[in-house]
T-cell receptor
Framework: AQSVAQPEDQVNVAEGNPLTVKCTYSVSGNPYLFWYVQYPNRGLQFLLKYITGDNLVKGSYGFEAEFNKSQTSFHLKKPSALVSDSALYFCAVRDALRGAGKSTFGDGTTLTVKP | GAVVSQHPSRVICKSGTSVKIECRSLDFQATTMFWYRQFPKKSLMLMAT?????????EQGVEKDKFLINHASLTLSTLTVTSAHPEDSSFYIC????????????FGPGTRLTVL
């Protein structure tokens, strides 16, 4: 079985400050990891993914995430937050070999960036 | 990137009626499509997975007779909520994956269903 935990329901940061949205995962095999962002009443937009290779992954809009195998984490980061980054963020995991190609999503973290 | 559309974006219907939601991949062939339901508390629940030309695979607890899924072509999947009731009111999101890009899912913009 595979699972994802986003321990924070809500993250608040001031504009210009660094932000981190946390994600930990559990899979039997090797993980494929994803981050998505959702704006109100919209579908999910892909931000970045880790499949293999470099543990630090860079994605859209200046976001990056670091795959940490020993801590089973894939935290999303950005050096300087913008008010427009305020949205709902989802982490997802898929077992590279098992799971029938289905991704499991975390419950989401609402990021609020204040001016 | 690849684009997935959904229609309608919003629908309001009376209890007991059926509602069809379309999901289209606009610039790629979607060999697999997923249907999700998103609850007010944010979590995304996978309802079913459909592969083109075959029957959908439903997740545990999802009524297949209630939520009819058809994936008739490589660019179109439909979700029909039959005999809708107020508890079916939700945000429904589809996503699609192409054979050549197995690692990515592209999401539609979602459909807000309100059953009166």
């Amino acid at each position: 079985a595979q699972s994802v935990a986003q321990p924070e329901d809500q993250v608040n940061v001031a504009e210009g400050n660094p932000l981190t949205v946390k994600c930990t995962y559990s899979v039997s095999g090797n993980p494929y990891l994803f981050w998505y962002v959702q704006y109100p009443n919209r579908g999910l937009q892909f931000l970045l993914k880790y499949i293999t290779g470099d543990n630090l992954v860079k994605g859209s809009y200046g976001f990056e995430a670091e795959f940490n195998k020993s801590q089973t984490s894939f935290h999303l980061k950005k050096p300087s937050a913008l008010v427009s980054d305020s949205a709902l963020y989802f982490c997802a995991v898929r077992d590279a070999l098992r799971g029938a190609g289905k991704s499991t999503f975390g419950d989401g973290t609402t990021l609020t960036v204040k001016p | 990137g690849a684009v997935v559309s959904q229609h309608p974006s919003r629908v309001i219907c009376k209890s007991g009626t059926s509602v069809k939601i379309e999901c289209r991949s606009l610039d790629f062939q979607a060999t697999t499509m997923f249907w999700y339901r998103q609850f007010p508390k944010k979590s995304l629940m996978l309802m079913a997975t459909s592969n083109e030309g075959s029957k959908a695979t439903y997740e545990q607890g999802v009524e297949k007779d209630k939520f009819l899924i058809n994936h008739a072509s490589l660019t179109l999947s439909t979700l029909t909520v039959t005999s809708a009731h107020p508890e079916d009111s939700s945000f429904y999101i589809c996503s699609a994956r192409e054979r050549e890009n197995y690692n990515e899912q592209f999401f539609g913009p979602g459909t807000r269903l309100t059953v009166l």
